[in-house]
């Protein structure tokens, strides 16, 4: 068999060059994360004066105090951010993140709750009714600060009547497979739960509510993000039953489901929502131009060319990697921000961002181009089940993996995308990062032009 891989390369950089090029992609990522630590943005945003809680530039009063409810993976460092800025002035609270995001120790007045991810489970149900009824006894003189980051719409769930526990984790769990985005699969689950699209908020009514978001839906809409449990009015079952047929996965989803989905949907009580304060403090932008001043930092220039990014996972990997051959030879570094989505056909094991980065490493091998780093790295530090914050990818990656007995072309169609990075190297793992705020997607020329001055002048 002819072997299709290009035969005429680019001249190819040294394993020293490499090595200092992922070096780099190390810094720019955590420069990126640095800029985007929740308890920080927390801290900074709030203050307290006479009796009042100051978030920014407004004024709420809270003449008996903070109730705390944190929600998603960055919950309990947004609540240490919270603490360091207001102190015995939060009287209460419940804080429910992921599995392992717990670490931190919290005053006993605030009540931690651990639960499933990305599937809800029966532990998230049970913290979101004791927060239900917290919020349900307090005094109107509490005021109530929710801090809300990515992974809220499975850690917060109360199942609406009708609908089970199982129903509300079928259907997620189908649309995932099917390759369904954030902004769509909560969509589907807003209008199934009690507590998303302003549910929460309806818990006190009469107290004065102020929110922080830590985004991981890119845009920024609140009512999208956790499925806006604050924020009154994102919940629409027509649209949810649009979402499920446009995945394919209508007859995979319970009737319990269907027929909530074709009722007409229970309306809130009225709520005065007009004082509220909503906030994002933290978000994908953020985390992409920190790396770009990070880049510029160490003298090497950097160009944008993604906002937004979205699709599957492993055509934005080629897409990105096309643009990163074509720059020109003056830009050290590209960067882009998005979310990827992977609609599983295979058992292999893998997540968006190393997936990404494979199909990444075979579009650098076809175009016979060796000197860029190309990665793709969630800022949770989590891909999937990976246990990966992502993996890098560079013009010898695929040839790695053959010379190891691994087809990558094969595993990339098999959802195996982990397989490769274990036997040709690259893999980045962080461990949980605290934060949340989508992926980022970062190229580094190996041997570029600082480099090469400097080994001129040594």
């Known amino acids: 068999m002819l072997d299709s891989r290009p035969s005429c390369r680019r001249s190819e950089p040294r394993d020293r060059d490499l090595e200092l090029a992922r070096a780099r992609v190390r810094e720019l990522f955590f420069a990126a994360l640095d800029a985007v630590e929740p308890s920080r943005a927390v801290r900074t945003t709030l203050r307290w004066h006479d009796d009042s809680l100051l978030v920014a530039d407004e004024t709420m009063r809270a003449p008996l105090g903070v109730h705390v409810v944190a929600v998603g993976k960055a919950a309990v460092a947004m609540t240490q951010g919270a603490l360091q800025a207001l102190g015995d002035v939060i009287v209460s609270g419940d804080v429910i993140t992921k599995d392992g995001h717990a ?187 920190a790396a770009a001043d990070k880049a510029s930092a160490l003298g090497l220039e950097s160009k944008i060319v993604w906002d937004a990014a979205q699709g599957e996972a492993a055509d934005l990997g080629r897409e990105f990697t096309s643009v990163v051959a074509d720059v020109q030879e003056s830009i050290d570094v590209v960067l882009g921000g998005g979310e990827a989505t992977v609609t599983v056909r295979g058992e292999g094991r893998g997540g968006r961002n190393t997936e990404f980065s494979l199909a990444a490493a075979l579009e650098l091998e076809r175009r016979g181009v060796q000197e860029w780093v190309i990665t793709s790295l969630g800022t949770d530090g989590q891909d999937a089940m990976t246990g990966l914050a992502g993996a890098m990818a560079d013009g010898g990656t695929a040839e790695r993996a053959r010379d190891a007995g691994l087809d990558p072309v094969q595993a990339l169609a098999r959802n195996d995308s982990l397989s490769v990075f274990d036997v040709s190297g690259g893999k980045v793992e962080t461990g949980p990062t605290g934060t949340n705020v989508n992926d980022v997607y970062i190229a580094v020329r190996a041997k570029n032009r600082l480099d090469s001055e400097r080994e001129r002048g040594s």
């Open 103 to 289: 670490a931190a120790p919290l005053p006993p007045r605030l009540r931690v709750h651990e639960a499933g991810h990305p599937i809800p489970d029966e532990r998230g149900t049970t913290a979101t009714n004791l927060a239900i009824r917290a919020l349900n006894l307090l005094d109107d003189g509490i005021a109530v600060l929710a801090l809300i980051s990515g992974g809220g719409s499975a850690l917060l769930e109360a199942p609406r009547p009708g609908v089970s526990l199982a129903d509300l984790a079928q259907t997620t769990d189908v649309l995932l497979r099917a390759g369904a985005p954030i902004d769509a699969l909560n969509a589907v689950r807003s209008p199934l739960s009690q507590v998303k699209a302003g549910g929460l908020r309806a818990a006190a009514p009469t107290n004065s509510w102020a929110t922080l978001i830590l985004s991981d839906v890119l845009g920024n809409d609140p009512r999208i993000i956790a499925s806006g449990p604050t924020v009154l009015g994102g919940s629409d079952p027509r649209r949810a039953l649009e979402v499920i047929e446009q995945f394919g996965v209508l007859r995979q989803v319970s009737l319990s489901v269907r027929a909530a989905l074709d009722a007409d949907p229970d309306e809130l009580a009225p709520i005065a929502t007009q004082d509220d304060i909503l906030l994002v403090i933290a978000d994908n932008g953020a985390a992409v131009g």
